[in-house]
């Protein structure tokens, strides 16, 4: 989970990005270009961006989910009368699969699952009354993929969702199974990723725990620095924006600084 609102860290983004620019000697080795609404951007709220493997760059919003080739932008739009169609319009977080499926989060109707090949939507959502489906259509919570091919999401009640969706399931009727996780800790802030080892870490407000697959369930390992933004290395480690700046390589953690720098204020890594 990130510690700044979208909204800033879209500024902090491009902060970072056109900063370089400001700098006539670096002029020529850099481009600087401003998309926007002009542009064809379908809303200026931009709650993510993703890049994916072919390298179109992709930019949830407020309203629809836009694909811009470096040219102009495709806009994907919910049609109520359209069930191949994106689930809503109100997108979240995203995360390109190891099929090159675009998962997409929506802030009131599940999780949009985008197949390239096939140009459809698969939509997967809380069903009341089931067991098999989603813990609620909230995700406020990044989308990641575990290292056995799963997705594993939260949902805003607090729930973590493990996602099992075949490589095919946009061409035949999908048997999608959902395991639901409870998270045995409070918190404030929820981060979890998978590092370049295939471990999926989860902390929850300073509780690390580990995923196991043998129980099917996170163990907590040691109580750390609660952190919100991290940066993964490709030796398996990761660096935390945690209270020190923490390098944490499994379950050992090495402070950077011996002191805060931003004063318990927190940061963006």
């Known amino acids: 989970m ?13 902060v970072f990005v056109l900063g370089p620019c400001a700098n006539p000697r ?33 930019f949830s919003t407020k309203d629809g989910l836009n694909r811009y080739d470096g040219y102009q ?13 994106i689930s809503s319009n109100s997108c979240s977080y995203m995360c390109e699969d190891r099929y090159g499926r675009i998962w997409i989060g929506t802030e009131e109707n599940g999780i949009s699952v985008y197949d390239k090949v096939t140009d459809r939507f698969l939509r ?27 997705m594993m999401t939260c949902t805003h009640n607090k729930k973590i969702n493990l996602i099992t969706l075949p490589p095919n399931a946009h061409q035949n009727k999908p048997d999608i199974k959902i395991e639901e996780l409870d998270i045995p800790f409070d918190y404030y802030f929820l981060t979890y990723y998978t590092t370049y080892k295939g471990e ?9 725990m580990k995923f196991n697959p043998a129980i099917n369930n996170f163990e907590w390992k040691k109580d750390i620095e609660p952190f919100s933004t991290f940066q993964l290395n490709k030796n398996g480690s990761v ?31």
């Open 239 to 269: 660096w935390t924006n945690s209270k020190y700046y923490n390098l944490i390589d499994s379950n050992q953690t090495y402070a950077l600084f011996d002191k805060s720098l931003m004063e318990d204020q927190g940061s963006y890594i």
């Open 124 to 150: 997967i959502r809380q069903k009341e009354g089931q067991t098999n489906s989603l813990a609620g259509n909230r995700i406020q919570f990044p989308i990641i993929e575990m290292s056995d091919g799963r």
């Open 73 to 85: 932008f495709k806009i994907f739009s919910h049609d109520a009368y359209d069930s191949i169609s």
């Open 26 to 58: 670096l002029d020529a080795q850099f481009r600087c270009d401003v998309v926007d609404n002009s542009h064809g951007l379908s809303q200026g709220y931009v709650f993510d961006i993703l890049q994916d493997k072919e390298g179109f760059l992709w």
């Open 200 to 208: 999926t870490w989860l902390n929850a407000h300073g509780k690390h």
């Open 2 to 14: 990130n510690f700044f609102p979208p909204t800033i860290r879209l500024v902090l983004a491009f």
